[in-house]
């Protein structure tokens, strides 16, 4: 069972269309079910000022190199206001994307310098004397054309939404190598299977970290 003295810090990860925003919400609520503090937030986004930076990101067109600082500022904010705090106090933070995203989105779908994204990361991220990242990623990895022909009868995209398939190839292709990098953060979801299935994949991650016993399964 999780010593709810110290935070723990769970991030979704993966393409427009993989569907991780159910599981987010029923990954939070499992949690609270075990009578634990959860803090569910996104990014970029999740401070007043991380959310007008999001508008910009997803809506204006900029350079790779102003978008990336954009999300980047947007995540500083974020930490210093809402991560940082929230694992301070025990909580388990639960957030919608992270830095990995901007590597796959920027670095790899947009072709970013990922050397500049590396120190941006490290300068951001770091906070007195810690790196603050994930303890646990969960990345859910779906064939970019699956994910499109979800897209088809999703909302009106954003103007990352409403790329194309090459595009979303290199960004799935940049959120593997960031897995491979990072492979006892990382932990790949099967998307790409009935949504039962992919929950029965989350819950038995969770469950072998120790954070939760197999009494919580809903």
């Known amino acids: 069972m999780i010593n709810n003295s110290n935070g723990i810090f769970i991030s979704f990860e993966g393409i427009d269309g993989a569907g991780k925003s159910t599981h987010i919400q ?42 990336s600082m954009l999300v980047f500022a947007a995540r500083r904010d ?4 809402v991560i940082q705090p929230a694992l301070e106090s025990g ?25 500049i994204l590396k120190q941006l990361e490290s300068w951001v991220q770091g906070i007195g004397d810690k790196f603050i990242e994930p303890d646990l990623t969960l990345w859910f990895a779906l064939e970019p054309e699956v994910a499109a022909k979800r897209l088809e009868a999703a909302r009106t995209p954003d103007r990352f939404e409403s790329q194309s398939v090459q595009f979303f190839s290199r960004v799935h292709a940049a959120y593997q190598l960031r897995a ?32 939760l016993t197999t009494d919580h399964n809903k």
């Open 91 to 115: 909580h388990i933070v639960i957030c919608d994307r992270f830095t990995d995203a901007t590597f796959a989105y920027q670095g790899g779908g947009r072709g970013f310098d990922i050397n």
């Open 78 to 81: 974020h930490l210093k206001n």
């Open 26 to 67: 029923a990954l939070a609520d499992l949690f609270k079910d075990a009578n634990l503090h959860v803090t569910l937030t996104r990014e970029p986004g999740g401070t007043e000022l991380a959310e007008k930076l999001r508008q910009m990101v997803l809506n204006e067109s900029m350079d790779p190199l102003t978008e």
């Open 180 to 211: 491979d990098e990072s492979p006892k953060r990382f932990v790949m979801i099967n998307a790409n299977q009935p949504r039962d299935d992919v929950w029965a994949e989350i819950y038995k991650t969770i469950v072998s970290k120790n954070w």
